[in-house]
């Protein structure tokens, strides 16, 4: 499949307070759905998602890396960007600084809360598809 990019007059939207809706796949080929907090990776054009390991969502695209994401501008809900895409890579590097870097954007605190029980994962998105 091809590679699509994040158009660049919809970067700002990765500078506010955007929740975007993460689709995953379970095991049994059901849809699973999430709002997350969103980011984006402009030198490497990837979405980033955050999450802790165990979670459904990490689970499910540790066996099926497909995924869909859909977000509007907290601003104008009539202005959106929808992804089709595939998780690339899992990594847990520097995701415990990713998600306090996301906590003082989404909720204006230093550090994230409330404790992390596991570990943070960073879900890096390539987007094949761009609406």
Do not use: C
Not at 39 to 63: F, I
Not at 81 to 93: A, D, W
């Amino acid at each position: 499949m091809d590679m699509a990019s994040i158009p660049d007059d919809f970067h700002d939207l990765f500078e506010k307070e955007t929740f975007a809706h993460v689709a995953t796949l379970t095991e049994d080929g059901l849809p699973h759905v999430t709002p997350v907090w969103i980011d984006y990776d402009e030198a490497d054009d990837r979405l980033l998602v955050n999450t802790e390991r165990g979670r459904q969502k990490e689970r499910n695209v540790r066996s099926d890396p497909s995924v869909g994401v859909s977000m509007t501008d907290p601003d104008d809900p009539y202005r959106f960007l929808s992804v089709i895409g595939e998780v690339e890579e899992l990594t847990t590097e520097g995701a415990r600084e990713h998600i306090d870097e996301l906590a003082r954007r989404y909720q204006d605190v230093d550090e994230y809360q409330p404790t992390i029980e596991t570990e943070r994962v960073i879900l890096r998105i390539r987007a094949d598809q761009v609406l």
